[in-house]
């Protein structure tokens, strides 16, 4: 499976997709939203706010074109690294340090391909954090993380972590820790801004 920015300048080869995979995921969390709006992104989010992501190994990720184009942004110091192509805004994937978590976003799969999440992996799985939806939130999300959410997620992180997932990320040093390009961390300002404006 090839994935790729919204204008192709970035591109990544995920040769053992779907394999591994939980599944799909969304999440509607303020901190998801905040991160679709700073790209001026917020036409990938469905229509309750929530951002989809299909998380993968980092180690099974295979970047080909465009990694001069990827950006890193955390929204608090401590926040998780969102990784986007800056030549068209699109997101990639959301990470923590030494952790075997790339949560791709939906949007790289489907740029080519409409559909091919839908074929390949059906329905989303598991809805989150529903408490910071727009509006209603979809049936079954849960107000925060629920068990069936954690069950969804918890057999990937376990194998993850015991295989050795986390290393040879394509976003990390040989460390596992720093990242391929300096992080930019969002100022409390602009951070407040944008979560002003969508009411948090
Ligand atoms: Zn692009
Ligand atoms: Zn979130």
């Known amino acids: 499976m090839q994935i790729q920015c919204e204008c192709g300048t970035f591109r990544a080869q995920l040769p053992n997709f779907p394999r591994n995979t939980p599944g799909r995921l969304a999440c509607y969390c303020d901190d998801c939203q905040t991160f679709a709006h700073h790209l001026n992104r917020a036409d990938l989010l469905d229509s309750a706010g929530g951002t989809e992501v299909?998380?993968?190994y980092p180690a099974e990720i295979r970047i080909e074109a465009g990694r001069e184009v990827l950006?890193?942004?955390r929204l608090s110091p401590e926040g998780l690294y969102r990784w986007y192509a800056s030549c068209c805004n699109t997101p990639v994937a959301n990470t923590r340090a030494g952790f075997p978590w790339a949560g791709l976003a939906h949007r790289v799969f489907t740029v080519k391909d409409?559909?091919?999440?839908?074929?390949t992996l059906g329905a989303i799985k598991s809805r989150i954090m529903g408490r910071y939806a727009r509006g209603k939130a979809p049936s079954g999300t849960a107000d925060k993380i629920d068990f069936k959410g954690f069950i969804t997620v918890?057999?990937?992180i376990a194998k993850g972590l015991l295989t050795g997932k986390a290393k040879r990320s394509p976003f990390f040093a040989e460390d596992g820790r720093t990242p391929i390009v300096p992080?930019?961390?969002l100022s409390l300002q602009e951070r407040k801004a944008i979560r002003q404006r969508l009411g948090f």
């Open 114 to 119: 409409p559909s091919y999440l839908d074929r």
């Open 183 to 185: 992080a930019i961390v």
């Open 154 to 156: 918890f057999p990937f």
């Open 54 to 56: 299909i998380p993968v």
């Open 71 to 73: 950006r890193c942004l």
